[in-house]
Nanobody
Framework: QVQLVESGGGLVQPGGSLSLSCAAS????????MGWYRQVPGKQRELVAA???????NYADSVKGRFSIARDNAKNTVYLQMNSLKPEDTAVYYC???????????????WGQGTQVTVSS
């Protein structure tokens, strides 16, 4: 069993900052990439940022220059620092991990439970 536990999020004023973290635990052999997605009601879940085990990063155009993703491989944890937040960043943010549970298993995607980020004055 694999669990992704998110923390952080909440309410912040426009221009403010928030940090999210997500720790993966359980039966994990290797994590290839971890990332953050977000979703608002009525829209598809979209990639915000992702990072590989080799620290290659990928960001949505809408967050480039404002958000920063980092990863602690020893702790199986991914972080998202969100600066200069805008009302349009309001969404439920989900952690994602692409991993193998054992040397013999295939790669699977796992999701956290989601954390609400609200940017409003």
């Amino acid at each position: 069993q694999v669990q992704l536990v998110e923390s952080g999020g909440g309410l912040v004023q426009p221009g403010g900052s928030l940090s999210l973290s997500c720790a993966a635990s359980g039966s994990i052999f290797s994590i290839f990439s971890m990332g953050w997605y977000r979703q608002v009601p009525g829209k598809q879940r979209e990639l915000v940022a992702a990072i590989t085990s080799g620290d290659s990063t990928n960001y949505a155009d809408s967050v480039k220059g404002r958000f920063s993703i980092a990863r602690d491989n020893a702790k199986n944890t991914v972080y998202l620092q969100m600066n200069s937040l805008k009302p349009e960043d309001t969404a439920v943010y989900y952690c994602n991990a692409d991993l193998k549970r054992s040397i013999l298993s295939g790669r699977d995607n796992y999701w956290g439970q989601g954390t609400q980020v609200t940017v409003s004055s």
